[in-house]
């Protein structure tokens, strides 16, 4: 056992206090977004993280809106506000834009995909969301760049206010702006341990002969946010499931306008004029027992998504693929983020999501403003990493992960 990890406490410590300082484990989207409101609140604010920002899964992320798939109706409003949130914040921030509204349009092949795809629709139409079906027909005003060919539905679905978003430029816009605000960083510093009073709550981070000692110590390390867990004797219920993303040089006219989601491939812009594509279902082709964050050479699975993207997308025969990468997503075993602290471990708030890229702004604030207020915030209830998760729960991801695709889009 650890020596620096005394054994938990036997009883439930008592309600946290409200942090005058806070350690950020973490300089990926989660890990900017708390560090910025906590700096905002006054708290005195340290972020740790062991390569550079928006190395981890910040910087190998499809980061598109993607709200509109999320169930319950208060799991849909908080990414909404996600959503709202960027727009706010990078008007508030000002800088080079990472936010890029885009419509989204989608299709199925299929009935029954079909049927899915127009229930989701449907039901997002119910709770207010901007979206329609539409003949397919409307593609060529929404996404010129596609090969009408390529679409065999007749109905496609719209959703009229997405957004992709570029996730390094937020993250370092972000930090720019907690750091004027005070904020300390430390880059290239990885965190190996927790230390930890004798009632059990954490106190703060080492780092090899560093030190730093906080409140709160928060932890934004995503996809290795388990590992951190586990330094205090805490578990997370969380996998790590590998995604794949293939790159272009920017697309000859028509350039992408929209993003697009088809049965074999997801493409969407990039900020240089290029298009970016994603494959949940070549994914399962990727080794989940040896993934990390990286570049991947174009052959086999990354050759064959490069290839699904040029048949949607002819123009990419005339740009150049300019390489793959591999994100590895933080997925809680039931699709919903960790957001709290584990009763038996105070003083570790932990604050892990997939969809990051678009709860950021939303879990950001509001963790901030219980970590600085030291009260519980009702909205984040629901997502307190010690609830009950059975193990038999699969998100949609999951379940195309393991190879049962059942008609249904997965969530991202
Ligand atoms: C292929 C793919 C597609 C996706 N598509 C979408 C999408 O369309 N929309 C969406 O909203 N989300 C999407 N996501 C998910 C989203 O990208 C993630 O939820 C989000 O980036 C997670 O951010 P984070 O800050 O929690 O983690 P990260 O960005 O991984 O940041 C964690 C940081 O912690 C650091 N760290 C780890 N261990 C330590 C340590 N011991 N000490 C110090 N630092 C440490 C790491 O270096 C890293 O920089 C996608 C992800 C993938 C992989």
Not at 142 to 154: R, S, W
């Amino acid at each position: 056992m650890d020596p620096e990890v005394p054994a938990a406490p036997a009883a439930p410590a008592p309600p946290t206090p409200p942090a005058r300082s806070a350690v950020v484990v973490g300089a990926g989207v989660l890990g900017a977004c708390v560090g910025y409101h906590l700096a905002l609140q006054g708290v005195r604010v340290v972020v740790v993280e062991e390569a550079q920002p928006a190395s981890g899964t910040s910087g190998a992320t499809f980061s598109a809106d993607v709200s509109h798939l999320k169930t319950p109706y208060a799991y849909y409003k908080l990414n909404r506000q996600g959503a709202e949130e960027h727009r706010l914040l990078s008007e508030t921030l000002g800088g080079p834009a990472w936010r890029h509204p885009a419509p989204l349009v989608q299709w199925a092949d299929g009935d029954a995909a079909h049927r899915a795809l127009r229930t989701r629709v449907l039901r997002a139409r119910g709770w207010g969301h901007d979206c329609r079906l539409a003949p397919a027909s409307a593609l060529r005003d929404l996404a010129p760049a596609v090969d009408p060919a390529a679409c065999a539905a007749d109905e496609i679905a719209v959703y009229g206010s997405a957004a992709w978003y570029d996730a390094p430029r937020f993250v370092h816009a972000l930090l720019d702006a907690a750091v004027k605000l005070g904020a300390e960083t430390h880059y290239g510093v990885a965190v190996t341990g927790l230390t930890r009073a004798g009632d059990g709550r954490v106190t703060g981070v080492t780092a090899g002969a560093r030190a730093w000692s906080a409140d709160t110590v928060v932890n934004c390390a995503g996809p290795a946010a388990d590992r951190i867990a586990a330094l205090a004797g805490a578990r997370l219920p969380l996998r790590q499931v590998p995604g794949l993303l293939a790159e272009s040089t920017p697309l000859p006219a028509p350039a992408l306008t929209a993003i697009v989601v088809t049965p074999g491939v997801d493409l969407r812009p990039t900020a240089d004029g290029g298009v970016l594509a994603l494959s949940w279902d070549l994914d399962t082709h990727l080794d989940p027992a040896n993934i990390r964050h990286g570049t991947a050479a174009l052959d086999g699975v990354p050759r064959e998504l490069y290839r699904r993207a040029s048949v949607v997308l002819p123009g990419l025969t005339r740009a150049r693929p300019l390489g793959a990468r591999v994100g590895v997503r933080p997925i809680p075993v039931d699709g919903l983020p960790l957001v709290g602290e584990v009763a038996t471990v105070p003083g570790l708030y932990h604050l892990v999501s997939h969809s990051g890229v678009t709860l950021a702004p939303v879990l950001g604030r509001l963790a901030a403003r219980e970590i600085a207020g030291g009260r519980p915030v009702t909205a984040l209830a629901p997502y307190r990493p010690d609830r009950a998760v059975p193990d038999s729960v699969l998100d949609e991801n999951l379940r195309v992960m393991n190879g049962r695709h059942d008609g249904n889009r997965p969530v991202r």
